[in-house]
């Protein structure tokens, strides 16, 4: 079985500052992992993936993701955050031979200007 | 965007009454797949489907039902709606392991 675990339901920063997202996966086999942002009333969007290869991974807006196999660990990472980045904040993983994505129940992040 | 349509987008229903919604896609991928989201869980998968004809349960199926009787469309279908499956119900695709692509969500009120 695979599943995923947000350790944080809320993350809150100033506009500006560092934002980091938290992510720990339990998976049998090679780990595929996924962020994916939410905004009110929308659809999940991509944000970036691990698959193989470099474990610092960078994505859309500005966002990177490291992956630690050790730690079994993918935190999300932005070095200056905006108020644009408020949104939930969804940490997903897969096998490559299971076509099934498991999520995590999401972080929300708030930025104050 | 990635080409899916979620209809309707929103619903009222009564308990013990079926409802079935619906997901379109333009883009010939695959992998379909129905995931519910309700607070603290996420979005759980509720069923999937590898082909034409072709569908497996996920962690939350019971109480529903899928069909794929065509690439594009993958429907998911509640046969007699209670209270718990009020939830907003996204399909995404895929056409490989990599990233699934997800539709606006359809907003399911059981009362």
């Known amino acids: 079985a695979q599943s995923v675990a947000q350790p944080e339901d809320q993350v809150n920063v100033a506009e500006g500052n560092p934002l980091t997202v938290k992510c720990t996966y339990s998976v049998s086999g090679n780990p595929y992992l996924f962020w994916y942002v939410q905004y009110p009333n929308r659809g999940l969007q991509f944000l970036l993936k691990?698959?193989?290869?470099?474990?610092l991974v960078k994505g859309s807006y500005g966002f990177e993701a490291e992956f630690n196999k050790s730690q079994t660990s993918f935190h999300l990472k932005k070095p200056s955050a905006l108020v644009s980045d408020s949104a939930l904040y969804f940490c997903?993983?897969?096998?490559?031979?299971?076509?099934?994505?498991?999520f995590g129940a999401g972080t929300t992040v708030t930025v104050r200007a | 965007d990635a080409g899916i349509t979620q209809s309707p987008r929103h619903k009222v229903t009564e308990t013990g009454t079926p409802v079935t919604l619906r997901c379109h896609q333009t883009e010939n991928h695959r992998y379909m797949y129905w995931y519910r989201q309700d607070p603290g869980h996420g979005l759980r998968l509720i069923h999937y489907?590898?082909?034409?004809?072709?569908?497996d349960k996920g962690e939350v199926s019971d109480g529903y039902s899928v069909s794929r009787s065509k690439t594009e469309d993958f429907l998911l279908t509640l046969e007699s709606a209670t209270s718990s499956q009020t939830s907003v119900y996204f399909c995404a695709i895929s056409e490989s392991v990599e990233e699934l692509f997800f539709g606006e969500g359809s907003r399911l009120t059981v009362l």
């Open positions: 489907s590898y082909g034409v004809k072709d569908t």
């Open positions: 997903a993983v897969r096998t490559g031979d299971d076509y099934k994505l498991s």
């Open positions: 691990y698959i193989t290869g470099d474990n």
